[in-house]
């Protein structure tokens, strides 16, 4: 679901990251968000209440996005960006025990 490029822009090289266990391409000078969305993934989280959440600003002011990264939860999605073997998984708060 990515866009298609013009002749006067490139993509950044290939990297390989993972998303809730699954392998899947990405390229540098991406944000995990838009790696996320070309990836037909639009929620990023879920509320303790059970509701999704994903992209909503896409500029860090919301907090919508948050994903764990490396181990790392509570990461903006739409602030950081891919690079080669990142291991992403969606965040579920409505789980027993998840705070």
């Known amino acids: ?18 998303v ?10 991406e944000s995990v968000a838009a790696m996320l969305l ?9 509320t303790r209440g059970g509701m999704p959440r994903g992209i909503f600003c ?5 907090f919508e996005c948050l994903i764990t990264v490396d181990g790392i939860p509570n990461t903006r999605a739409c602030m950081t960006w891919v690079r080669d073997g990142m291991a992403i998984e969606r965040q579920d708060d409505s789980r027993p025990g998840s705070g």
């Open 20 to 29: 809730d266990g699954r392998p899947v391409r990405a390229f540098e000078g």
């Open 58 to 62: 896409g500029m860090g002011v919301c």
């Open 38 to 46: 070309a990836e037909g993934v639009a929620a990023t989280r879920r």
């Open 1 to 18: 679901m990515r866009l298609e490029l013009g002749a006067e822009i490139e993509r950044g090289p290939q990297v390989g990251v993972t």
